[in-house]
């Protein structure tokens, strides 16, 4: 069974830079897409970021400029490098793992950007 863990969220003060994780278990990682979410009040979750199974990555407008997403296959990782962060991106972050109609989720971490 595919499994997502995220790590790396904390707090941060504005204008401060956070790197989170998202390790692939339970599969050939290299198939899968993975995406970055995010979920502040409400239970709607946005996106983010995604990167293609072959490393093409792509952004939500907003983010774009401020948010690099990337993987290495070898560590069954993906990374999202979060700079210039301010109030407006604290929320929980979700990676999901994207194959064809099978979409898996971590369980989110936690990142706060405040003073």
């Known amino acids: 069974q595919v499994q997502l863990v995220e790590s790396g969220g904390g707090l941060v003060q504005p204008g401060g830079s956070l790197r989170l994780s998202c390790v692939f278990s339970g599969g050939y990682f290299a198939n899968y897409d993975v995406a970055w979410f995010r979920q502040a009040q409400g239970p709607q979750r946005y996106f983010v970021a995604r990167?293609?199974?072959?490393?093409?990555?792509n952004y939500a407008d907003s983010l774009k400029g401020r948010f690099t997403i990337s993987r290495d296959n070898a560590k069954n990782t993906t990374y999202l490098q979060m700079n210039r962060l301010t109030p407006e991106d604290t929320a929980v972050y979700y990676c999901?793992?994207?194959?064809?109609?099978?979409?898996?989720w971590g369980q989110g971490t936690q990142v706060t950007v405040s003073s």
């Open positions: 999901r793992a994207e194959r064809s109609i099978y979409y898996y």
């Open positions: 990167i293609t199974s072959d490393g093409v990555p």
